[in-house]
């Protein structure tokens, strides 16, 4: 297993800022001039391992840097991109991009993927049960 660099490589002088549970940085390889990223101090490694406090700041995080980045009147809007478990880069945690957004930026015609099948009739039985 990697060293988790968000654990042991991020030094409190490259954190924009900190709350209780997290810290943001500026993405090492931004998608965006102001990508940023809310990362968890806690090494935990999927969204689900977040208990209500830490979802709550994160929203309340969130909410924050999404009115930051609507007082510039040439974003459009912001995007946020989370991977969770085995999907996420080796030697990190849970974390969430915030991506500045401006009208005609390509950003979804720049991410292709191989289309794998899942069952959306298995899905919407899935949520529809947790749901209801």
């Known amino acids: 297993m990697e060293e988790c660099i ?3 490589k991020i030094s409190k002088k490259l954190r924009i800022a900190e709350s209780n549970h997290f810290y943001i940085v500026y993405d090492i390889d ?3 001039e102001g990508h940023i990223l809310i990362i968890t101090k806690k090494h ?3 969204l689900t391992e977040l208990d209500t406090i830490q979802l709550l700041e994160l929203s309340h995080i969130q909410q924050k840097i999404v009115a ?3 007082k510039n009147a040439l974003i459009a809007g ?3 991109i989370q991977n969770n478990g085995d999907i996420m880069d080796d030697g990190v ?3 969430l991009h915030v991506v500045p957004r401006y009208e005609d930026d ?3 015609h720049n ?3 191989e289309n794998k099948p899942l069952s959306t009739e298995w899905l919407t039985k899935e949520i529809k049960s947790e749901f209801s």
């Open 106 to 108: 390509d950003f979804w």
């Open 78 to 80: 912001t995007t946020f």
């Open 111 to 113: 991410h292709l993927v």
């Open 44 to 46: 935990i490694m999927n």
């Open 93 to 95: 945690h849970f974390h």
């Open 68 to 70: 930051i980045y609507e």
């Open 30 to 32: 931004p998608i965006q």
């Open 6 to 8: 968000f654990c042991s």
